[in-house]
């Protein structure tokens, strides 16, 4: 009979320990919502709402009162980030009714600081000093140290908002000391940093730039990010007071780049309002408009994310599966009492019979959970690689977006750069033609036919420059508006030639340069003729340009490597001129560079027909590129299209 008792005693034992296991998980369970609800609190407030929620109506079904008051603080919280400060109070008192009911002097003393906190944020400084005051007695009489140092610095920050700046620098001065034996990196920087804040307040900026740089040293030692962020703020406040705006203007910019790293919507508004003020002592106003603007660009930041309402639905429901087990476990607890109520006064045999049956069904319900939960942790797999999938696409989308926007500002810098190339070159030829104009209608009594005839040939050399600089932007024009027409055709090449170097036979006969057409005449091309045309022409002028007096000019082709499409030829004209260096050779063909320099002969330039000439060759699958040495001649090279019978 004792070792029927002693079996009994063990079953008991075992239903009571799995129970109390059990009853255990979901504490731990609860405490994970609720931690990771705050985690998120301050950045995605209405997501950590909805998720504390769950945490209170968890702790409410399990007689978890501890959990129901921790999260009634931590959703007040949430909705104090969220500028809620109304309904924030009402769950900080709740919370501090449940932890007073609870004996819980510890819970009682957050829950003040966060109520203080509330009344100050309402304006309500002297009332949040009285609470702040009162619970720095309670914290003394439980040697709360850490505890002690916050309530210290909360009293700074309520002097502080009410503008008692002496006073609020001695409670800071004792959050710093106090928190010196709990040996709180984090804390002790944000002390520093407030200290500093307060002395920059002072006018006191030696002393206020001495904290400030400590904070800043011990928040990147422990890499506090947002610490940081703060320090980098506090740094600019304090470069911005001096007057040195470009370093005040470098902190914020950190500063900023960290709070959109850490993804809190209100920190980037504050930095992003400072760094505009900043940027406008600076002059650039477009920067300011951009900074002051940057709420509203990071507003998409702050919705709601499917991927957490799935985690979140999946602990509530592994909550609920496991009330599903404790209930099953309780009942079979129940009818092991009653059975064993009845059995007295029967049998070893039957009470033996009760006990292993009832053994077997602990083991039963055991395994189905066991099973339940293998398909559960399944489920969260699946869930996890949807998750990471969907955090890759993500991921993705937003380097999508970044190359875009660094491909727009790209062509924006290009567009500018191109505006004030054409600006300066249309300029200069214009100042001539016009200077010509005014002494030739101011003055026309007293030239002579010889001053006369001078004049027109220089109005008429200035008219030539300034027709081929607008057609040549005319035509750059038609390009980049896609109004161009591509229209191929097949060509004899040594008659593109031979018309065009009868255009330029005049200019080249002036300068005493020899032009030699060296391409055979049974070589074909299919191009776009009036494209090509500009290209040749625009390279022997060129040439022709920066070649001195006796020089010569040579126009070759031949076949060389195919491209993926068609058979190519390499046209080539080489002169023997004054060639250019590698600096002015590496940027020959980019549109945010200005290369333009004058001829021989003085002979104006400006550099855009070889930015056409670049945009023509590419239209035809080609490439084109120069070889140069300074003093020794130039060859440009160009391919296109052969054509084959």
Known sequence: MYKNIKILCILIFFVTY???VANNN???QIDSIIKYGSSISNSQSSKAIIIIDSAIQLSRQYAYPKGEAEALRKKGLALFYAINYDEALKLFLESKEKYEELKDTFGIAKANNMIAITYGYHGLHQKSLQIHHDNLHLQMKINDWEGISTTYNNIGVELKDLNKLDEALTYYKKALEYEKRNKDSISLSRYYDNIGSIFLNLGQKDSAIH?????????YKINDIQGIKGSLESLGDYYFSIGKYNLAKNAQVKSLDLAKKIGIVYEISS???????TYAKLGQFKLAYEALHLHNLMQDSIDANETNDRITKLEINNALQNEKQIRKLLIEKNEIEKDLEKSKGRDLLFILITVSFSFLIIISVIWINLKKNKKLNMELLKIQDEIINQNEEITAQHESISEQNELLSKLNT???KFFSIIAHDLKSPFSGFMGLTKELAENYQIFDSEDIKEYATNLQESAVTLYRLLENL???SRIQRGVTQFNLDICNVNYIVKQNIHIQLEV???KEIELINNIPDNIYAQIDVSMINIVIRNLMSNSIKFTPRGGKIEISAKPTKSNLVNQLLEISIKDNGIGMNEKIKNNLFKIDEKVS???????PSTGLGLLLCKEFVEKHDGEIWVESKEGEGSTFFFTIPQYSN
Not at 271 to 277: A, E, F, R, W
Not at 597 to 603: F, K, Q, S
Request: proline fraction near 3%.
């Open 26 to 28: 979901i504490q731990i």
């Open 597 to 603: 320099r004058p001829g021989t002969e003085n002979e």
């Open 414 to 416: 290009e567009k500018d």
């Open 211 to 219: 904290y400030i740089n400590i904070a800043l040293e011990m928040r």
């Open 271 to 277: 930095i992003s309002n400072k760094l505009g003020v």
């Open 474 to 476: 005319l035509e750059w």
């Open 508 to 510: 080249a006969r002036q």
């Open 18 to 20: 799995v129970i109390m």
